[in-house]
C-alpha cells in the first residue's frame, strides 16, 4: 500500500500537458489561461489625467503665475491642436489625454473658476507631473502583462479585454463520465426505502467537476452485478477522464477493480494509506485515459477527489506550486491510527486560523458543510497542538498561494 506522498507522485508522473484551444473572451471566465499575454501597446499609451481640473505648465507656476487662462477644455477621447500660451492653461477631465506641452494636472478642488474665464489655483505648493498617469507606467509595448497558467476570473477578464485579446487561449480540459454505483443507491428524485439511500455522490461529483470547468459528457449508475457495471463502463471509457464511485474496496459486492482489469485497464495504484479514502484505485488505458475509482462514502469521495483528481488536473495544466498552504489550527487534534488523515476544517467571522469538528465517519452527509479547505494531520503526529500551523489544502483548486 503506498503512502500518500508515494501516490501523490505516482498521480504527477501521469499527468500529461492537456491541449489548448482558443475560446470567446465572453465565454473565458473561470477557464484556465494557457499562454502568457504581452501588451500589444503601451499601458497608458499616453500622459492621462488622473483627475479632473487644469493641466498646466509647471515652469509657468515656478514663475510666479497663480490664475490661469483657460485656453481650451479637453475631453476624455479627444485631443486639441493648440499650444499652451504662458499662462495659460487646460481645463481637463479625468481620462483625458493631457497634451506633451502641459505636465502637472491640479485637481478641481484646488481651484476657483473665475466668471471671465480663468483658474486661479489656492494652493501653496504642487509638484511636477502630478496627477497625471505616465505613458507606459503600467505596461511597455511587448512587456509580459498576465503570466500563464491562471484562472481566468472577473479581474483577469478585464485586463485581458483592455489588452484586446477577443478569442483567449485556455487549456482544453478533458471530458468526464462519471459512474455510481450501488445497489442501495437510489435517484434523488425517488423516495428511499427503508436501507435505501439517495444517489448524492453522483451530484456531488457533478458539482466538483463543475468547479474544475470539467465538460460532463456521460452520468450514468450501475448496481453492484459485474455485467451491469462492465457495460456502464465501456460505455464511460469512451470519454478522457473517467469518475467510478464505489465498489472499490474489499467487500463481496465490489467488483470494479476485478471489471477494470478485464476491460484491460492498468492499474497504477490500488489503495492508499490514508484516512477517509484508503481504497482510492486509479488506472490508465494506453491512449492516455485516466480512470479514478473513488470511495463510495461521501467523505471519502469528496477527499480523495480533492486530493488526487485535482492534483492530476494541476499538473495537467502546468501549475507548479504546492497546493497545500500552511494555516493555524486553533484547537488540538488527536488520532488513533498511523495513517495520514484529512479532515474539513471550518473559518468563523472575526478569528484567525482554522477550527475543525468532530463527524460521524466518511458516511457522514454533513462533514463538509459549509468547510474551507481540508487540513492534514501528518502519520508521524498522534497529536496536533492547538494554535499549531498544520498543512490545509483550499477549496479552489487552482487558485496559487500566495
Known sequence: MLTYPEALEQIRSLAKPLP??????????????????????????????????????VADWQQGFREFQIQDTLFAGTETATRLAAGACYKIMTGAACPPDADTVI????????????????????????????????????????????VCDSALIGTLAALGIQQVPVYQMPSVAIVTTGNEVVPVD??????????????????????????????????????????????????????????????????????????????QLHKVAIKPGKPLLVGT?????????????????????????????????????????????QHSRSKKTTLDEFFPVFRQPGTTGYSWKPHHGSGDITATVGCAGIGWHRH???????????????????????
Open 285 to 329: 488505458l494506453p491512449e492516455g485515459k485516466l480512470i479514478f475509482a473513488l470511495p463510495g462514502n461521501p467523505l471519502s469521495c469528496f477527499t480523495t477527489f480533492k486530493l488526487f483528481v485535482e492534483e492530476y488536473l494541476h499538473r495537467a495544466l502546468g501549475f507548479t506550486h504546492e497546493r497545500f498552504q500552511m494555516g493555524k489550527l
Open 107 to 150: 485637481r478641481k478642488e484646488d481651484i476657483h473658476y473665475t466668471a471671465h474665464g480663468t483658474a486661479l489655483i489656492q494652493l501653496t505648493t504642487l509638484t511636477a507631473g502630478q496627477h497625471i498617469a505616465k505613458q507606459a507606467e503600467d505596461l511597455q509595448q511587448n512587456a509580459l502583462a498576465i503570466s500563464a497558467p491562471r
Open 190 to 267: 425517488q423516495q428511499p426505502a427503508r436501507f435505501q439511500i439517495r444517489n448524492s455522490n453522483q451530484h456531488l461529483l457533478r458539482a466538483l467537476c463543475a468547479t474544475c470547468q470539467l465538460p460532463l459528457r456521460s452520468c450514468q449508475h450501475a448496481a453492484d452485478e459485474p455485467e451491469a457495471l462492465k457495460a456502464a463502463l465501456q460505455q464511460a471509457l469512451q470519454q478522457q477522464l473517467i469518475l467510478i464511485n464505489g465498489g472499490v474496496s474489499a467487500g463481496e459486492a465490489d467488483y470494479v477493480p476485478q471489471i477494470l482489469r478485464e476491460l484491460d485497464i492498468t492499474v
Open 20 to 57: 489548448l484551444e482558443h475560446v470567446p473572451l465572453t465565454q473565458a471566465l473561470n477557464r484556465i489561461l494557457a499562454q502568457p499575454i504581452f501588451a500589444d501597446r503601451d499601458y497608458p499609451p499616453f500622459n492621462r489625467a488622473a483627475m479632473d481640473g487644469i493641466a498646466i505648465r
Open 380 to 402: 508521524d503526529q498522534q497529536l496536533l497542538p492547538g494554535n499549531d500551523h498544520i498543512p490545509i489544502l483550499p477549496l479552489h483548486p487552482f487558485l496559487p498561494i500566495i
